[in-house]
Every structure is written in structure tokens, then in C-alpha cells.
């Protein structure tokens, strides 16, 4: 593959703030991949979601199809604020390209491009594919899960292609996500003359972390975490809102279902100095696990693997992506069939050049060998 003409398309969607709450530029990269399709024979359809958002971007090789052989999907967000792209654009040396979403994941999309371009015409007449780019997996995919839940369930299988692991691994597993919200209401008094008239709802938070944390289970993997907590207007005035973002993480859904209950027990009853709490669930994606229907797919990828050359490794990580929605519905689904890549969310985002190519082959290789017994 030409390698300089990978990198340039990279290049003109890295450099573009896309950030899930950047929805105008979600919707320039959509617009740009579109026309990259259809440049190249494929069907699109822009999806709209909501005004919060940026469009989803449907691509697919048989106009209005019932059923795909194959689901691949790819997000177009990434985490980063506006102007980063300007203040550090794409770059590369000698082994790596960086760049904010190089590799979480704007390359994984353009490997999609080029695999499913790169296969013989044959493969592209016998099969149905189709490609789902949605605007907000980086904050859970609220607006879009409904739209790749349909999507998968018309799939036999699904491919996501987030970066592999630093190592070149696959994966196979997934801890589930969950956010919650925390809402405190108390009541505003001068800090100074009346305090006692008061009700902090920054005390009542502050009491209701330390029991939040408790719910973590180290046995079972399963991680709570208060991210986020803001509240008050002044220093002088006691406070009478406050919110506290939490994070939840685990490996068994019904650990999920214990954390979740207690969080809505918790915030069932009064607060300290009898502060009312409220809890509302902002995202939830279920625990990814392989069964033998996935086992099955991860054998054809391994044998897609050995004919490429490409040795396939396999991990179980505690991020979550949409592939814990599609594998949630009982779809074959594997994930991290994008480059090799790391930093993710953070100023050192990488993508190794030397896999990208490998990937694109096998990724090509994984479809071109379709369908496999899942027996």
C-alpha cells in the first residue's frame, strides 16, 4: 500500500477538533469519509441524532440490505477539547504518527477504508457489508446505541475496529461502563451571619463519596470512581446544589446491578443535614464477554492471522467501546482491529506506521474468509 497516501488522508482527519461535544466538526470528518466512499463506489447515509451531537455516517455495499454478512464499526469523536488540533497537529517520525484521535480513532477508520477497498470484486458481489461511523462513543454512545444496536442485530457478526493493544493484541473482553450523575439540593444561607439556616449540599456530597466508594468489589474487578464533583456559588454562601460524576467498571453484570441498586438506595433517602440526592444513570454499556459463538470468530481470525502473517494475541481490558453493546445482543463480536497505537486521551496518542499496513490485511483477510463456521 502507498503509505504517503495513508498518511495524508490521515492527516485531514486528524487535524480536525472533533471532540463528542464539537459536533460541527464530527460532522466535517463525517463529510470528508463520506465523500471518500462514495468516491469509491459505496452507498452512504448520514444519520442525524441530535443538535448535542455530530451526525452518524452509514456505509454499506448493497443499497437498503436487510442483513450484512459483516458489521464494522468505528467512532469519529474523540475526547479532545477545541483547539488542540491546532495546537498539536499531526506529526511523525521515523516509526510513529501522533496526533489527538491518531489512533483512538481515526486510523482505525481509514484501515476500514482501505481493507474493504482492497478486496477482490468478487468478495465485495457475494457479501453483504456494512461500515457504522457513529459521533459519541467517547461519552458512552447515548445518542447513537439504539441506531448500532439495529444495526448489529441485522449482522452476523461484528468487527470493531479500535486500535490493538500496545502489543499487537486483540480483544476479546470488556469491562462494562456505566456513568452516573449525583445530584445534591440543599438550601443557600449567608456563610457568615446565618449559616445555621443553611444546608450544604457540598457536605452532604462530601459525606456521600466516602460511602460511594465503598461499593467497589477488588475481588470481582469491579472499580467505582467519583471523577467529577462541582457545586456552590460563592464562597460566602452556603451551598445548594452540588453534582458528583461517577465511573463505574466491571467484569460481571450482576455485580453492575448490586452497585446500581445501592447507588439508588443511597440517594433514595435525605442527605446530611437532610440534603436531597437524586441519581440518574448517563450511559451503560454491559460487561463484553466471549461465548462460543465469539470463540468461533476468534478461531476464523486467527487462521486469517496465520495466512498474514500477523500473529493473534488476545486481552481482556477494563476500557469499554460499542463492542459491549453489539456482543450485549448476543452478536459475535471482537474488538481492536485497528492499528497498533497507544496514549490514548492523552497528549502522547501514537499510532505505529509498521502495523498499519499488517492490520489492513488482515482485516481484509478476516472478511474475504466469510462466512465461517461458528459450530
Not at 18 to 40: I, K, Y
Not at 104 to 117: P, T
Not at 159 to 174: P, Q, Y
Not at 325 to 352: C, K, N, Q, R
Request: charged share 20%.
Amino acid at each position: 500500500m502507498d503509505m504517503n497516501h495513508y498518511t495524508r488522508l490521515l492527516g485531514q482527519l486528524v487535524n480536525i477538533d472533533c471532540g463528542t461535544h464539537t459536533p460541527q466538526g464530527v460532522a466535517t470528518v463525517a463529510a470528508r469519509l463520506c465523500g471518500w466512499w462514495q468516491e469509491t463506489g459505496w452507498f452512504t447515509r448520514m444519520v442525524e441524532f441530535d443538535d448535542a451531537c455530530g451526525p452518524g455516517l452509514l456505509v454499506t455495499n448493497r443499497h437498503d440490505a436487510e442483513h450484512y454478512d459483516v458489521l464494522l464499526i468505528g467512532h469519529m469523536d474523540t475526547v479532545f477539547p477545541p483547539g488542540t488540533a491546532a495546537e498539536r497537529p499531526m506529526h511523525e517520525d521515523d516509526t510513529r504518527l501522533y496526533g489527538p484521535g491518531v489512533s483512538d480513532m481515526k486510523s482505525g477508520l481509514l484501515n476500514i477504508f482501505f481493507a474493504l477497498n482492497g478486496l477482490d470484486h468478487a468478495d465485495r458481489e457475494r457479501l453483504s457489508i456494512a461500515v457504522a461511523m457513529n459521533p459519541d462513543e467517547e461519552v458512552g454512545s447515548p445518542w447513537s446505541h439504539q441506531w448500532l444496536s439495529e444495526l448489529a442485530s441485522r449482522a452476523s457478526l461484528v468487527l470493531v475496529c479500535e486500535a490493538a493493544r500496545t502489543d499487537g493484541s486483540l480483544v476479546k473482553a470488556r469491562k462494562g461502563v456505566a456513568t452516573w450523575e449525583l445530584q445534591f439540593k440543599g438550601v443557600a444561607a449567608h456563610a457568615g451571619n446565618e449559616p445555621e439556616k443553611g444546608r450544604s449540599a457540598i457536605t452532604a456530597l462530601a459525606h456521600t463519596v466516602l460511602s460511594v466508594n465503598q461499593l467497589a468489589n477488588a475481588e470481582l474487578g469491579t472499580t467505582v470512581n467519583v471523577g467529577i464533583i462541582s457545586g456552590g456559588d460563592a464562597p460566602n454562601i452556603v451551598a445548594a446544589h452540588a453534582t458528583a460524576t461517577v465511573d463505574v467498571r466491571f467484569w460481571e453484570n450482576n455485580d453492575y446491578e448490586r452497585v446500581k441498586d445501592a447507588l439508588l438506595t443511597l440517594c433514595s433517602q435525605p442527605g446530611d443535614n437532610g440534603v436531597a440526592l437524586s441519581a440518574h444513570c448517563l450511559a451503560h454499556k454491559p460487561a463484553m464477554m466471549p461465548g462460543d459463538a465469539t470463540q468461533a470468530l476468534m478461531q476464523h481470525i486467527e487462521q486469517a492471522g496465520e495466512h498474514c502473517g500477523v500473529p493473534i494475541t488476545w486481552q481482556a481490558v477494563g476500557g469499554g467501546s460499542d463492542a459491549n453493546l453489539t456482543a450485549a445482543l448476543g452478536i459475535p463480536t471482537v474488538d481492536g482491529l485497528g492499528p497498533v497505537g497507544g496514549g490514548f486521551h492523552s497528549p502522547d496518542e501514537y499510532l505505529e506506521k509498521a502495523s498499519v499496513a499488517p492490520r489492513i490485511a488482515l482485516l481484509g483477510e478476516i472478511i474475504s474468509r466469510l462466512p465461517y463456521s461458528n459450530n
